[in-house]
T-cell receptor, first 115, second 113 residues
Framework: GAVVSQHPSRVICKSGTSVKIECRSLDFQATTMFWYRQFPKQSLMLMATSNEGSKATYEQGVEKDKFLINHASLTLSTLTVTSAHPEDSSFYICSARAETSYEQYFGPGTRLTVT | AQTVTQSQPEMSVQEAETVTLSCTYDTSESDYYLFWYKQPPSRQMILVIR??????QNATENRFSVNFQKAAKSFSLKISDSQLGDAAMYFCAYRPSARQLTFGSGTQLTVLP
């Protein structure tokens, strides 16, 4: 099946710094990728839809200046959490959508801890 | 707006027994897909089973099967011969054609030895 990787799997950063999370589709091209945030024992909350070559579409309530998304190629999307604060600590999951089937394949997630 | 409702936050089942997880959804679309995802403690999302709305036949994948009631907008997951490895959070999800997934709130399944 299609594989999506995320890097890093875990990151700890200090408050006020920025951290970048990469999402790659390894064996297929993805014009569209999705970024989710998940709190413990809760569902996945869609943050934004990342489109290759164009600006990301953010869900209501998600600060676009805080969560910068870049989708520069058909296999790579990045999420940068800028000026991170402890309340940004969470589990972030990306998903890439296959072009032909529209199926979404999920990365293994990134646990962000802001101290 | 489409919504997906999972009314059972937690369920438990004895090993080797059968358990059914409930899911209802609301939509005005006619063309859509329904999914059950499993999220084990590793938190990797794993697709368990999918159902195309236009298919009347219920999907089956080994010990996993669904009961798809389109008119009632119900999509339950049955796990037969439950195994310890089935313990996980299960999410029901809905996707209109060519759009993104909408997830339910999840059901935490515990398998008792």
């Amino acid at each position: 099946g299609a594989v999506v990787s995320q890097h890093p799997s875990r990151v700890i950063c200090k408050s006020g710094t920025s951290v970048k999370i990469e999402c790659r589709s390894l064996d297929f091209q993805a014009t569209t990728m999705f970024w989710y945030r998940q709190f413990p024992k809760q569902s996945l909350m869609l943050m934004a839809t990342s489109n290759e070559g164009s600006k990301a579409t953010y869900e209501q309530g998600v600060e676009k200046d805080k969560f910068l998304i870049n989708h520069a190629s058909l296999t790579l999307s990045t999420l940068t959490v800028t000026s991170a604060h402890p309340e940004d600590s969470s589990f972030y999951i990306c998903s890439a959508r296959a072009e032909t089937s529209y199926e979404q394949y999920f990365g293994p997630g990134t646990r962000l801890t802001v101290t | 707006a489409q919504t997906v409702t999972q009314s059972q936050p937690e369920m438990s089942v004895q090993e080797a027994e059968t358990v059914t997880l409930s899911c209802t959804y609301d939509t005005s679309e006619s063309d859509y897909y329904l999914f059950w995802y499993k999220q084990p403690p590793s938190r990797q999302m794993i697709l368990v089973i999918r159902q195309e709305a236009y298919k009347q036949q219920n999907a089956t994948e080994n010990r996993f099967s669904v009961n798809f009631q389109k008119a009632a907008k119900s999509f339950s997951l049955k796990i037969s011969d439950s195994q310890l490895g089935d313990a996980a959070m299960y999410f029901c999800a809905y996707r209109p054609s060519a759009r993104q997934l909408t997830f339910g709130s999840g059901t935490q399944l515990t398998v008792l030895p």
